[in-house]
């Protein structure tokens, strides 16, 4: 006889016990009639799931791990273990209360699938809904961080305004007082030469006198001299001064306005488990051997710079014309070249993907997007040296004057210039003149330049004040301190191709050596980190870029 029309005689109803059962609720995993499928399904509280019971799903019952011929179709409620016959009249369970498996199983099955209704219905939704509000907010990001910007910028020009009006009242005062000067020797002076005037006249008489010989002349003649002894009084002016008070940069920023304190805050939902407050990045430490991961073969005569555009991919450029992105394999996925010819000085990548390149002979910074290159920048008096771009998009630039006696970093956002820093707080130069000086903006916003010329990384703050030069580990008895390029990572650790002494020098954000990697690199240039901080290396001389595992 066909087994499972055999089970259909033999097997009845969980709940009436009378009838032959038809259905099976693979919720609750009970057999029914038909009368009683309506009785079962009449309690709303519960989704059950009724279907023909040669329709269900067969049960996989565990194969006993004592005992590899019996399944376990029972369950020790002390032992929390499903068992088989033989487990349950060994010793080893004696006085235990024993059940069901599949009453079990139905109990287990209901908390199975009250936790699915609550992740389906609650939870999960509730996810969604804030995965929802962030990106939403992350939208609003850029709207409302320009309307602070918009409002500092029509700040400033009030400030501005009120300053230029002080200064040309001064300009007026001064000018007033010049002229009062002036009118006031002016007259003294005349008043000095009508008595010369009166003095040569009678000296002119005097003489005819006593060259005539007159009687009578001579004896009407009467004296001036003493008139005379008594000079005109001498008028003395004294310029006025201008008391310049020293600027306090304190009373200024309270004048400007105060920028409130940016509030992260974690919102605990009651129905889920208490979320801990934002922090900092993990710290991640350094490894005591960083190794090589993967070498890419540029093709270049030398390599200059290398910027990442993904853990895999990276934008080089070298001694010609053509900009190349090539994956780990050495594999070129996309070249470009210069609109003017030219060989591009450096690269950097935006936040958006796009690719910048200098070209220093011709004076431009060029944006190209979607592989259409477009000038941004050209300057007149400068040349643009090298790149990066900024946690704010904006663009940071290296550049040195005609004259070659001159050099800045200045700041861009789009084609406006933004911000320029040359001198520090006594007017001397924050950089020397020479030509190579790669760049890199910190996690906190600290602008980096190394500044082969002097064999120093300059560092300055957001505004520009001059933090700390970094002039080589005091140590180092070898070649003197070289550094070219730069570059920083997630945990504000600020890097720099030690280009003589082959090796990178690794600093924390305040300047203090950590430590060098060596893997062996010859003639390392260019740097650059991706956003799982793997250091990029181009090697001028080899063309090859090293990726390296540090942290």
């Not at 059950?48 to 269900?56: P, Q, T």
């Not at 090589?292 to 010609?320: F, M, P, R």
């Amino acid at each position: 006889m066909d087994p499972f029309r055999r089970a259909k005689i033999i097997l009845l109803c969980d709940l009436c016990k009378t009838v032959h059962l038809q259905s099976h609720c693979e919720r609750c995993h009970i057999n029914l009639c038909q009368t009683c499928v309506g009785k079962h399904l009449s309690d709303s509280s519960i989704r059950h799931k009724v279907v023909l019971y040669k329709y269900r799903k067969s049960l996989n019952y565990s194969t006993c791990p004592h005992h590899a011929d019996e399944l376990c179709n029972h369950y020790c409620e002390k032992c929390d273990i499903p068992v088989c016959s033989t487990c349950v009249s060994s010793s080893k369970h004696e006085g235990h209360d024993i059940s069901d498996i599949l009453e079990k199983l139905c109990a287990k099955t209901e908390s199975l699938q009250k936790d699915l209704d609550e992740l389906e219905t609650r939870i999960y939704p509730r996810y969604e809904e804030m995965a929802s509000d962030v990106q939403t907010e992350k939208v609003e990001l850029e709207t409302n961080y320009g309307k602070l910007t918009t409002i500092a910028d029509q700040q400033g020009e009030i400030l501005h305004r009120e300053i230029t009006a002080i200064v040309n009242q001064r300009k007026s005062d001064i000018q007033e007082m010049k002229n009062n000067h002036l009118s006031t020797l002016n007259k003294n002076t005349d008043e000095i030469t009508q008595k010369i005037t009166e003095l040569k006249q009678i000296m002119s008489d005097l003489k005819s006198i006593l060259k005539s010989n007159d009687v009578s002349l001579t004896s009407t003649y009467k004296s001036r001299n003493s008139e005379f002894r008594t000079l005109p009084p001498k008028v003395r002016v004294t310029v006025p001064s201008l008391s310049a008070q020293k600027i306090n940069k304190d009373q200024l920023n309270e004048m400007f306005g105060s920028l409130s304190p940016l509030s992260i805050n974690t919102e605990h939902g009651d129905t889920m488990k208490p979320s801990e407050a934002v922090s900092s990045p993990p710290v991640k430490p350094l490894l005591d051997e960083p190794r090589v991961t993967a070498t890419i073969d540029t093709g270049y005569g030398e390599l200059y710079s290398v910027s990442c555009l993904s853990e895999d991919q990276v934008w080089t450029c070298g001694d010609n014309n053509t900009m190349k992105l090539l994956n780990l394999q050495s594999k070129l996925l996309t070249s470009i070249q210069t609109k003017s010819g030219n060989d591009p000085r450096d690269i950097a990548v935006t936040r958006d993907g796009d690719l910048v390149y200098i070209d220093y002979r011709d004076r431009t910074i060029n944006l190209i997007k979607n592989k259409q290159i477009q000038t941004v920048i050209t300057l007149q008096g400068w040349r643009p040296g090298f790149v990066c771009s900024t946690a704010s998009d904006d663009l940071l630039v290296t550049m040195v004057s005609d004259d070659g006696k001159q050099s800045k970093v200045v700041r861009y956002s789009g084609s406006t210039e933004k911000q320029s820093i040359q001198f520090d707080d006594q007017g001397r130069p924050l950089y020397s003149s020479g030509n190579i000086k790669y760049l890199s903006e910190n996690k906190n916003l600290d602008i980096c330049v190394a500044d082969r010329s002097v064999r120093a990384v300059v560092v300055v703050n957001q505004s520009g004040k001059l933090r700390f030069r970094y002039n080589g580990h005091p140590s180092n008895t070898e070649q003197s301190f070289n550094p070219v390029g730069l570059t920083t990572d997630s945990q504000s650790h600020i890097l720099t191709a030690d280009y003589h002494n082959h090796r990178i020098d690794i600093l924390d954000q305040d300047g203090q050596f950590l430590r060098y990697i060596h893997c062996y690199l010859y003639t390392p240039w260019g740097l650059c980190v991706d956003i799982r901080d793997n250091l990029f290396v181009s090697e001028r001389f080899t063309a090859k870029v090293n990726k390296i595992q540090y942290i």
